[in-house]
């Protein structure tokens, strides 16, 4: 079973700011796909950024960006100029191929943005 | 409908209770997904639908929960003789099937007391 594992429950940024923030998985599979969702109190989850296994160029979307080092099993989400807006619960999320959209989400970073 | 809803909002109960939690998916998708979101925690999976089967259900913790899709679109998740650890929220998912993102409603926020 795959596992993911996100190891800093909160993190904090000064608006403008870029912030880091970590997600490791375990698999033994060689294709799947992984996303961070974002969380805020509405309870929703948004999905920010995607990256497929098999493409070795890391996923932007404007200020977000990732760094995936498959051999690691390491999926960081980087985000730049942040805003007061990001501020939420993200999750990093594992989803094997053939599996529907059935996800494995770690425990998720609250992030906080300050002014 | 516009998004994924999910009714009720919030949802208080009895211990011992029986509840339902509904999900509306998008119009046209065919998959439907109920996660369960402790305090604190991430989402955890718990019954996939492919139109009106369940096409895998292997996360429901016992046989007091139980979902059913009749029709391939509203999908309605019951709890038999509700617990306090049963309090959660309950997230449901859906998409046009096949590997493609998963679009998640608010969720319904149930507390057993």
């Known amino acids: 079973a795959q596992t993911v594992t996100q190891s800093q429950p909160e993190m904090s940024v000064q608006e403008a700011e870029t912030v880091t923030l970590s997600c490791t998985y375990d698999t033994s599979e060689s294709d799947y796909y992984l996303f961070w969702y974002k969380q805020p109190p509405s309870r929703q989850m948004i999905l920010v950024i995607r990256?497929?296994?098999?493409?070795?160029q890391n996923a932007t979307e404007n200020r977000f960006s990732v760094n995936f080092q498959k051999a690691a099993k390491s999926f960081s989400l980087k985000i730049s100029d942040s805003q007061l807006g990001d501020a939420a619960m993200y999750f990093c999320?594992?989803?094997?191929?053939?599996?529907?959209?059935?996800?494995?989400f770690g425990g998720g970073t609250r992030l906080m943005v300050k002014p | 409908g516009a998004g994924v809803s999910q009714t009720p909002s919030n949802k208080v109960t009895e211990k011992g209770k029986y509840v339902e939690l509904r999900c509306d998916p998008i119009?046209?998708?065919?998959?439907l997904y109920w996660y369960r979101q402790s305090l604190g925690q991430g989402p955890e999976f718990l019954i996939y639908?492919?139109?009106?089967?369940?096409?895998?259900d292997s996360g429901l913790p016992n046989d007091r929960f139980f979902a059913v899709r009749p029709e391939g679109s509203v999908s309605t998740l019951k709890i038999q003789r509700t617990e306090r650890g049963d309090s959660a929220v309950y997230l449901c998912a859906s998409s046009p099937g096949g590997a493609t993102e998963a679009f998640f409603g608010q969720g319904t926020r149930l507390t057993v007391v």
């Open positions: 639908f492919q139109g009106t089967g369940a096409a895998d």
């Open positions: 119009s046209g998708h065919t998959a």
């Open positions: 999320a594992y989803r094997s191929p053939g599996a529907g959209n059935m996800l494995t």
């Open positions: 990256q497929e296994a098999y493409k070795q």
